[in-house]
């Protein structure tokens, strides 16, 4: 999800240089024409925007609060001109979605002008002109120019354009490039040595240095594309020319370089969060994560509980096909990874079937099913490794087969099964983590958006380890009790 | 169930050419006998001889290769039968005991008619005491299995056998798994339990015993009734060589 809308947002952008390179020219230049305070048009209005989940640092969340450069410019603007904001944090796709069905009126979220956008979206003024930036460790000076990364290896995300821009000159200067995923973890790279420099985005990689991650930039920014307010073609022309009007304005009185300073200077004067205040600041998001990976695990684990029971009686069973059907079942899901079967439901299933898979859905279906296939292997053993003279002894009283299980053979089966079935479940609460991989809220998912953010990486992982660490100490203690409570 | 001819109807068990094979291997080679209402019967033979796996197909535990069985008025054979009822009819003993280790002795005894309907909890609680006091152990009605010797969990299995108050009793080598001293508390047991008058099938290795308690001694050899009769004819007098040959080795 995340990646796709990154991968949008950078189409085609060396084209538009020129284009934003004119119109901010002409911005500059041609003083616009309504300077005035207030717009009649718009006086008074207000106006629902919808824009990204977090896009630091145009929108991202710091305390619970939507901020960012877009989120700034947008209120400066709406009380300049005299309307009013409601802000919709939708997610990339889903605002553009919302604009072309009049959900909202305008979308601003860090959104590249392109040609293709540009025939159905009017665009402002760009209010911000992007490029690619290379930075290395604040501590090293071995690396100032191109000419220094000969024979070494540096990084930049997957999609963007600063691997676009990386790997055109990688040749020429005579190093490698390794591309990953997320800007946090290239930064963390670059720090502990594993790659000498990354290229990223300009506005991340500034306001990454701005919150101290550690790195400093040593070449001038190669300019790419510029991003605009976008409203639907034709429609809301005074709300366009509102955004316009005000965007010129913050630009003669000096905000919107505050603005941009207040995201994109290096603070170096500026104290980090000490760790405790870290702590307490993530606290709320990743106990929200805790819950969702708590509630996934639990919800899912008594449907692998359910399958268990069933394909581990079917594998037992005296007929060829039910334990054909069985050992499928158990082979497909234990014989491939989980994360493939997150993106399947999650991605694939849409697209072949036409339904709507919620993310929850996805969660659910790919860890009860993954450990539903254990679990049969387990109920089988646990069964299998009760003596055979047990279900005789029952059988031989009169009981039938159903009664014996039930009675005789399952009771003793599931005391032995108890600490595999607890084992399982903490395996299945940590494999619920490959879930942010579909953008599911759990709790290295808010981990990630935290350090995304502020680009403490390894405090971060180190606070959301210590949670699933207790989490499933917890746990681990809980099921120890109930199983000498019920399996006396 | 099926209709039973007038003629059998004291015999508590017949067999007619009964074999059983378990895969390419014919363990029962066409075996025949009437057991009598009261009677006790003791199999004795060789180990492989096929007594354990004729006293399994009585009750259907093993399923019947070919022949008929007929248990107390049940054809067994016959696929309508409701096996679950004749087995109701029909206790068996086995060697390891098989007592349900998550449950309470009492409990053991009272699954069955429970589970089965036959009477409510506070009435199969009562049976099983009375049960366990035949056999001696009705102080340990709340302790469990884990916690008794062999002797005592097998003196248990006996008493859970009947606990539906069966018409035949089926013991398979009850008292092998026992230390040598425990041995002579289930014989005891069985024997106090012959004379009552309850009809017995005894697969045993206790030759002494089977000369006691035994109105007829069954000798097995390579799934066959090698020879058969009153004890004191077969262990004094006995007919075929291969009788000789093992009585000579276990007396």
Redesign the interface.
């Known amino acids: 999800m995340e990646k796709k809308q990154r991968v949008a947002r950078h189409g085609r952008l060396q084209r538009w240089i020129a284009a934003a390179a004119i119109g901010l020219m002409a911005l500059v230049v041609g003083a616009p024409s309504a300077m005035a305070q207030g717009n009649e048009k718009v006086d008074g209005q207000t106006y629902v925007i919808g824009t990204d989940t977090t896009f630091a640092p145009f929108e991202f969340r710091q305390d619970g609060e939507l901020t960012g450069i877009d989120m700034d410019i947008l209120q400066q603007i709406a009380d300049d001109q005299g309307f009013k904001v409601e802000v919709r944090s939708l997610g990339f796709s889903a605002a553009l979605a919302a604009l072309s069905s009049n959900q909202v009126d305008g979308v601003i979220a860090g959104m590249s002008i392109t040609d293709e956008r540009k025939e159905i979206y009017d665009f402002s003024e760009p209010y911000f002109e992007s490029g690619v930036q290379m930075a290395v460790a604040k501590n090293k000076d071995d690396v100032k120019t191109y000419e220094d990364l000969k024979g070494k290896t540096v990084v930049a995300k997957t999609g963007s354009e600063g691997e676009t821009y990386a790997k055109s000159i990688a040749k020429k200067y005579g190093f490698t490039v390794k591309s990953l995923d997320q800007s946090a973890t290239m930064y963390e790279s670059v720090k502990s040595g594993s790659a000498v420099a990354v290229f990223d985005d300009y506005p991340v990689l500034a306001y990454g240095i701005a919150q101290g991650n550690g790195l400093k930039t040593v070449t001038d920014k190669v300019p790419g594309g510029s991003y605009g307010f976008a409203v639907n073609k034709g429609e809301n022309t005074a709300l366009l020319a509102a955004f316009n009007d005000g965007l010129a304005e913050l630009k003669a009185n000096g905000e919107y370089q505050k603005i941009l300073d207040k995201y994109l200077s290096d603070p170096s004067a500026s104290t980090p969060d000490n760790f405790f205040d870290l702590v307490a600041k993530s606290f709320p998001a990743l106990m929200s994560g805790l819950w969702h990976t708590l509630l996934v695990t639990a919800i899912s684990f008594a449907i692998a509980m359910v399958l268990g029971l069933f394909f581990g009686f079917l594998k037992l069973s005296g007929n060829i096909v039910l334990r054909g059907i069985a050992s499928t079942f158990v082979n497909i899901f234990r014989g491939t990874p989980l994360l493939l079967w997150a993106f399947m439901f999650y991605f694939g299933l849409p697209q072949l079937t036409g339904w709507e898979v919620s993310v929850w859905t996805a969660g659910v279906l790919t860890l009860s099913l993954n450990a539903g296939a254990y679990v049969a292997e387990i109920v089988r053993g646990g069964i299998q490794s009760v003596d055979p003279g047990q279900l005789e002894a029952s059988r031989s009283l009169g009981l039938g087969y159903g009664k014996s299980m039930q009675k005789v053979v399952v009771p003793q089966a599931f005391k032995m099964m108890t600490p595999s079935l607890i084992n399982q479940l903490i395996i299945s609460l940590k494999d619920s983590s490959l879930l942010l991989a579909i953008g599911f809220g759990e709790l290295l998912y808010q981990g990630q958006q935290i350090y995304a953010a502020n680009f403490r990486v390894t405090e971060t992982l180190l606070i959301v380890g210590v949670i699933y660490f207790i989490a499933i100490m917890a746990l681990t203690k809980l099921a120890n009790y109930a199983d000498r409570r019920f399996n006396k | 169930m099926s209709a039973v001819t007038e003629q059998s109807s004291q015999m508590k068990i017949q067999v007619q050419d009964l074999h059983k094979s378990f895969g390419s291997n014919n363990v029962l080679k066409g075996i025949d006998l009437d057991i009598r209402e009261g009677e006790v019967v003791c199999v004795i033979g060789p180990s492989g001889s096929g007594k354990s796996t004729l006293l399994r197909c009585l009750?259907k535990?093993e399923e019947i290769t070919s022949g008929k069985v007929i248990v107390d008025g049940f054809d067994v054979t016959d696929p309508k039968v409701d096996i679950?009822?004749?087995?109701?009819h029909?206790?068996?003993v086995?060697q390891?005991f098989?007592?349900?280790?998550?449950m309470t002795v009492a409990e053991n005894i009272m699954?069955?008619p429970v589970?089965?309907k036959k009477m409510d909890k506070a009435q199969a609680r009562e049976r099983a005491l009375e049960l366990l006091e035949r056999v001696g152990l009705k102080d340990k009605a709340n302790a469990r299995p884990a916690s008794l010797s062999g002797g005592q969990k097998q003196r248990v299995?006996i008493a859970?056998?009947l606990?539906?108050a069966p018409g035949i009793m089926l013991f398979d080598e009850a008292t092998s798994a026992l230390d040598p001293e425990m041995v002579g508390e289930v014989l005891q047991v069985i024997k106090e339990l012959a004379d009552s008058g309850m009809t017995m099938v005894l697969v045993t290795h206790e030759m002494g015993f089977a000369r006691e308690v035994g109105d007829r001694v069954i000798f097995m050899a390579d799934g066959v009734v090698c020879e058969q009769g009153e004890p004191e004819q077969l262990f004094g007098n006995p007919q075929q060589e291969r009788t000789r040959d093992f009585l000579s080795k276990v007396l």
Not at chain 2, 84 to 88: A, I, K, L, Q, S
Not at chain 2, 98 to 102: G, K, T, V
């Open positions: 009750n535990l679950n009822e004749v087995r109701r029909v206790g068996m086995f390891h098989n007592l349900f280790p998550h699954l069955a589970e089965l299995a859970r056998a606990a539906m």
